[in-house]
């Protein structure tokens, strides 16, 4: 056995588990949107569950729903975390996934535990906190949320996790849970303890990241703005407000992405207005749904842009998110046999756009990519799902 009391860490960390769960609920209520923060609280809460159906199977070591509750829930908060990066990435977060990976490991363990007692299904346990704290960690990793230096830190906290669950698998595998090198450095009091420091930076490096995306010069500006970008004009005023602004925040980097439909007065022509209005309809809801959290949305006619902090990578990013919720809207009427496409335009202050003309510089790059694609129109079963040749002309080169 272990010397340290396990029961007491497993005690301290439910305590701590609840304590980032209410914090986080109450950060997610002042933003009614942070659907990253909203999943994090569930990660924390869910994780109380987790130690409190380990201190039953202490008592009891044939409690197999204790067991099966605890290793489930366990994966579970692991896939949670990494469900709350993508969100925070402006991606789906596949929260069933998550769901799905919990259930499959409880029901495992339960079955397992049934046969063998407190160690059942604990490689599957295992190997789910392993793929999951590696797939959050990339995740980490990547745009938008790689440009906050706690994103590092956290990532970096995933990878140690990870590594210490796939030692701990391995070991397991290999001489099994109660040989001495196991109890002593891999056992459920040393892990509970590594887990809770664990636990401690991850969510202080999440808070921080909340902060950092928050608190950034221009994330105040946008979050006032957006309730007022109802169109181009107004759009073109908020962007004159930021290049005042921009001389003292050199550190601070705009982008700027348009996206317009594609031979839309022949649509109404061929199709009647009504269903150019649902064509920019669907086109407003994948931007709306596309743009990070914290970004200004305008639109004109069937043209809308985002107005967000970063660079042309970034612009890219949004312009790709854009497209992808288009395609899995798919088709508006199966009777249409018409594509409908997107053309898309960005720039940032980040490359040789001057802020004060962000906007005029990519309404003119989506002028020049429109212009190059004039005329392409073909059939197709899915509106707006764009072949892969036009697919790419999503991503030319920087500008």
Same mark, same amino acid.
């Given at each position: &056995?272990?010397?340290?009391?396990?029961?007491?860490?497993?005690?301290?960390? /439910?305590? !701590?588990?609840?304590?980032?769960?209410?914090?986080?609920?109450? %950060?997610?209520?002042?933003?009614?949107?942070?659907?990253?923060?909203?999943?994090?609280?569930?990660?924390?809460?869910?994780?109380?569950?987790?130690?409190?159906?380990?201190?039953?199977?202490?008592?009891?070591?044939?409690?197999?729903?204790?067991?099966?509750?605890?290793?489930?829930?366990?994966?579970?908060?692991?896939?949670?975390?990494?469900?709350?990066?993508?969100?925070?990435?402006?991606?789906?977060?596949?929260?069933?996934?998550?769901?799905?990976?919990?259930?499959?490991?409880?029901?495992?363990? $339960?079955?397992?535990? &049934?046969?063998?007692?407190?160690? +059942?299904?604990?490689?599957?346990?295992?190997?789910?906190? $392993?793929?999951?704290?590696?797939? $959050?960690?990339?995740?980490?990793?990547?745009?938008? &949320?790689?440009?906050?230096?706690?994103?590092?830190?956290?990532?970096?906290?995933?990878?140690?996790?990870?590594?210490?669950?796939?030692?701990?698998?391995?070991?397991?595998?290999?001489?099994?849970?109660?040989?001495?090198?196991? =109890?002593?450095?891999?056992?459920?009091?040393?892990?509970? &303890?590594?887990?809770?420091?664990?636990?401690?930076?991850?969510?202080?490096?999440?808070?921080?990241?909340?902060?950092?995306?928050?608190?950034?010069?221009?994330?105040?500006?946008?979050?006032?703005?957006?309730?007022?970008?109802?169109?181009?004009? =107004?759009?073109?005023?908020?962007?004159?407000?930021?290049? /005042?602004?921009?001389?003292?925040?050199?550190?601070?980097?705009?982008?700027?992405?348009?996206?317009?439909?594609?031979?839309?007065?022949?649509?109404?022509?061929?199709?009647?207005?009504?269903?150019?209005?649902?064509?920019?309809?669907?086109?407003?809801?994948?931007?709306?749904?596309?743009?990070?959290?914290?970004?200004?949305?305008?639109?004109? +006619?069937?043209?809308?842009?985002?107005?967000?902090?970063?660079?042309?990578? %970034?612009?890219?990013?949004?312009?790709?998110?854009?497209? %992808?919720?288009?395609?899995?809207?798919?088709?508006?009427?199966?009777?249409?046999?018409?594509?409908?496409?997107?053309?898309?335009?960005?720039?940032?202050?980040?490359?040789?756009?001057?802020?004060? %003309?962000? !906007?005029?510089?990519? *309404?003119?790059? *989506?002028?020049?990519?429109?212009?190059?694609?004039?005329?392409?129109?073909?059939?197709?079963?899915?509106?707006?799902?764009?072949?892969?040749?036009?697919?790419?002309?999503?991503?030319?080169?920087?500008?």
């Amino acid at each position: &056995m272990s010397i340290l009391d396990v029961r007491t860490l497993l005690i301290v960390s /439910a305590l !701590l588990n609840t304590f980032m769960g209410v914090l986080f609920s109450v %950060d997610a209520l002042h933003r009614r949107s942070d659907v990253a923060s909203r999943i994090w609280a569930l990660a924390f809460i869910n994780a109380f569950v987790t130690t409190f159906a380990y201190i039953v199977a202490l008592d009891d070591q044939f409690a197999w729903w204790a067991i099966g509750l605890g290793n489930g829930t366990f994966v579970g908060v692991v896939a949670a975390v990494w469900a709350g990066c993508r969100a925070f990435n402006g991606r789906p977060p596949r929260l069933w996934i998550a769901g799905l990976a919990g259930l499959c490991v409880a029901i495992f363990g $339960a079955v397992r535990a &049934m046969q063998v007692g407190f160690w +059942g299904g604990t490689s599957l346990l295992f190997l789910g906190v $392993a793929v999951f704290t590696a797939l $959050a960690a990339a995740e980490c990793l990547r745009r938008p &949320m790689s440009r906050y230096r706690n994103s590092t830190i956290l990532a970096t906290i995933l990878i140690v996790a990870g590594i210490y669950t796939a030692v701990r698998l391995v070991v397991f595998l290999a001489i099994g849970p109660n040989s001495l090198p196991f =109890q002593t450095y891999l056992g459920t009091g040393v892990a509970t &303890m590594v887990n809770i420091i664990l636990i401690t930076g991850a969510a202080f490096s999440m808070a921080a990241l909340r902060s950092e995306q928050n608190g950034a010069p221009f994330a105040a500006s946008a979050r006032a703005a957006a309730a007022d970008a109802g169109n181009l004009e =107004q759009l073109r005023a908020i962007v004159a407000e930021l290049a /005042a602004n921009a001389p003292s925040q050199p550190d601070v980097a705009f982008v700027l992405v348009a996206a317009d439909i594609d031979n839309l007065g022949t649509v109404n022509a061929l199709f009647g207005r009504d269903f150019g209005d649902r064509l920019i309809a669907a086109l407003g809801t994948a931007v709306r749904s596309s743009a990070p959290d914290g970004t200004a949305v305008a639109a004109s +006619g069937g043209t809308f842009v985002v107005l967000a902090s970063g660079d042309v990578d %970034d612009g890219e990013f949004i312009a790709e998110r854009i497209e %992808d919720a288009l395609a899995e809207a798919g088709q508006l009427d199966t009777r249409i046999p018409m594509r409908v496409s997107v053309t898309y335009g960005w720039a940032s202050t980040a490359g040789d756009a001057a802020a004060s %003309d962000l !906007l005029d510089s990519a *309404l003119e790059q *989506l002028r020049q990519r429109k212009s190059q694609r004039s005329g392409e129109v073909a059939s197709t079963r899915r509106l707006f799902r764009a072949p892969k040749r036009a697919r790419a002309a999503v991503r030319p080169g920087r500008s």
